[in-house]
């Protein structure tokens, strides 16, 4: 499994950034698929989920919204579309090969499923 993400960077808030995964070696449309984030300091935290064929997609509550994610089964790809972004969504985001319908938060070095190195969004005026 190899995932890269790419998308972050410094925006201000009420700013919006796209994030982009790129994956392979494994088939990516048999696969549900997530965004997590790692704020300073702290553990990881589901952030979205998508069904294997988009039909279907999960948000914790505080990005419902805001936040927007999708796939392109065809060129590999998942997104995340991120609009009215705020400070408290400041963190490294990463893809991952893994699934959740609600909130979950994984205590550091507790993550097991498989993810990319990640993308910092930081977000500051």
């Known amino acids: 499994v190899q995932l890269v993400e790419s998308g972050g960077g410094l925006v201000q808030p009420g700013g919006s950034l796209r994030l982009s995964c790129a994956a392979s070696?494994?088939?990516?449309?048999?696969?549900?698929m997530s965004w997590v984030r790692q704020a300073p300091g702290k553990g990881l935290e589901w952030v979205s989920s998508?069904?294997?064929?988009?039909?279907?997609?999960y948000y914790v509550d505080s990005v419902k919204g805001r936040f927007t994610i999708s796939r392109d089964n065809g060129k590999k790809m998942l997104y995340l579309q991120m609009n009215n972004l705020e400070s408290e969504d400041t963190a490294v985001y990463y893809c991952a090969k893994g699934f959740s319908r609600g909130r979950i938060t994984w205590p550091i070095g507790g993550f097991s499923w498989p993810r990319g190195q990640g993308t910092q969004v930081s977000v500051s005026s």
């Open positions: 070696g494994f088939t990516f449309s048999r696969f549900s």
């Open positions: 998508i069904y294997s064929d988009g039909s279907n997609t």
